[in-house]
């Protein structure tokens, strides 16, 4: 299985501020195909976990700009350049490359 | 618009068994890979499985921790995805989402989830 590990765990961040979290897969992400099946979800509160980034860096429909993905092969990052009172919750990576999927530990958002 | 609607979670007892189901929309049913990804309280998420369409022989496959006990299946002319878990244990006991992962565009759907309780 391909482990997912997220950086940091934790991210106390204040309003207006960047945010940023990292990923880091256990090996490649590179399908067969040629694509990168690297997502980044965000759970809010009580919700149900929401596709933000599909493809390291592509926003799902309705994803405010704020937000942003990239990287490549193995390392990857999201970030968030002004930090709303909205994006507070739990964020995941998560690989859909390979079966199977397997998903980062979380990064908890929350304002200082 | 994609939508998953799943039912049949609740309380159930330790080796006991429960179905759920999802009700999909928005997309074409019966061409699509169906999977679940589970998640206990103030845990992290944990693939559960996926079936494939008829094309692909409905092939399937499961999480090591599932394998054996948890089955797959569908109905297409429903657009209905389903879940048979079998010989419950405490610790099967989550939130189950039922997902679609669109390989063509990437896009990552999911359900609301239902609530699986396994207690005696």
């Known amino acids: 299985d391909i482990v997912m590990t997220q950086t940091p765990l934790s991210s106390p961040v204040t309003l207006g501020q960047p945010a940023s979290i990292s990923c880091r897969s256990g090996?490649?992400?590179?399908?067969?195909?040629?694509?990168?099946?690297l997502n980044w979800l965000q759970q809010r509160p009580g919700q149900p976990p929401r596709l933000l980034i599909y493809k390291i860096s592509n926003r799902f429909s309705g994803v405010p700009d704020r937000f942003s993905g990239s990287g490549a092969g193995t390392d990857f990052t999201l970030k968030i350049s002004r930090v709303e009172a909205e994006d507070v919750g739990v964020y995941y990576c998560m690989q859909a490359t390979q079966f199977p999927h397997t998903f980062g530990q979380g990064t908890k958002l929350e304002i200082k | 618009e994609v939508q998953l609607v799943e039912s049949g979670g609740g309380l159930v007892q330790p080796g006991g068994s429960l179905k759920l189901s999802c009700a999909a929309s928005g997309f074409n049913f019966s061409v699509s890979a169906m999977h679940w990804v589970r998640q206990a309280s103030g845990q992290g998420l944990e693939w559960v499985g996926r079936?494939?369409?008829?094309?692909?022989?409905?092939?399937?496959a499961y999480a090591a921790s599932v394998k054996g006990r948890f089955t797959f299946s569908r109905d297409d002319s429903k657009n209905t995805a389903y879940l048979q878990m079998n010989s419950l244990k405490i610790e099967d006991t989550a939130v189950y989402y039922c997902?679609?992962?669109?390989?063509?565009?990437?896009?990552?759907?999911w359900g609301q989830g239902t609530l699986v309780t396994v207690s005696s």
């Open positions: 079936i494939r369409s008829k094309i692909n022989n409905y092939a399937t």
């Open positions: 997902t679609r992962h669109d390989i063509l565009t990437g896009h990552y759907y």
């Open positions: 090996q490649s992400l590179v399908h067969s195909d040629g694509n990168t099946y």
